[in-house]
């Protein structure tokens, strides 16, 4: 399935919209590693534990999306928004 952030596919013409499809995760974090990024704030720097989390939420998320459109029988999603 294809995955795009684009509202259009270059050579491929969208021939019906089957509707909005969402895909949603929301993943906790841990008191130890809050504290540490919290220190990294301070000093500077990357959080690499939080940009793991942030990298696994998306790849959840983009899961769920491509199951939700396959379930209306799309073959791609175009116009993807990430947050």
């Known amino acids: 399935m294809i995955l795009t952030t684009t509202p259009t596919i270059e ?3 969208i021939q019906e919209y ?3 499809v969402v895909g949603e995760a929301i993943l906790g974090a841990n008191v130890f590693r809050d504290l540490f990024a ?4 301070i000093i500077g720097g990357r959080s690499g534990a939080y940009e793991k989390e942030l990298g696994r939420a998306r790849e959840i ?3 769920e999306l491509q199951e939700r459109a396959q379930e209306l029988g799309a073959n791609a999603v175009v116009g993807i928004d990430l947050d």
Do not use: M, N, S, W
Not at 38 to 41: I, K, M, S, T, Y
């Open 11 to 13: 050579g491929k013409t």
């Open 18 to 20: 089957r509707g909005i």
């Open 38 to 41: 919290g220190l990294r704030d």
């Open 61 to 63: 998320a983009f899961e």
